[in-house]
Nanobody, 119 residues
Framework: QVHVVESGGGLVQAGESLRLPCAVS????????VGWHRQAAAKQLEMVAL????????YALDSERGRFTISRDDAKYTVYLQMNRLKHEDTAVYCC????????????WGRGTQVTVSS
């Protein structure tokens, strides 16, 4: 089994920054991508950003492009989501998940970390 643990959330003011680490452990064989997702209150889960096994990155939300950056540190087995110039609408539970090669959906989800941005 592969496991992910998110951290780094908290309460911040609009305009401030947070960096969320997703620590990966266990069996990391055949990981195709690591993705950050979020779910705000009364809204559906949405993809935020992903990083592929070859290092290529993607950002799913137009409103977050230019503010959010996904990266990884292989030595620490950690994927990071850097969030700058945070807005109130970024408030959500942020979750990390694994996409295995050959699978169509992410699995091995973490428990999530709450990010709250005050107006």
């Amino acid at each position: 089994q592969v496991h992910v643990v998110e951290s780094g959330g908290g309460l911040v003011q609009a305009g401030e920054s947070l960096r969320l680490p997703c620590a990966v452990s266990g069996n990391m064989f055949n990981i195709a991508a690591v993705g950050w997702h979020r779910q705000a209150a009364a809204k559906q889960l949405e993809m935020v950003a992903l990083i592929l096994s070859n290092g290529a990155t993607g950002y799913a939300l137009d409103s977050e492009r230019g503010r959010f950056t996904i990266s990884r540190d292989d030595a620490k087995y950690t994927v990071y989501l850097q969030m700058n110039r945070l807005k109130h609408e970024d408030t959500a539970v942020y979750c990390c998940a694994i996409l295995r090669r050959g699978d169509s959906k992410y699995d091995h989800w973490g428990r999530g970390t709450q990010v709250t941005v005050s107006s």
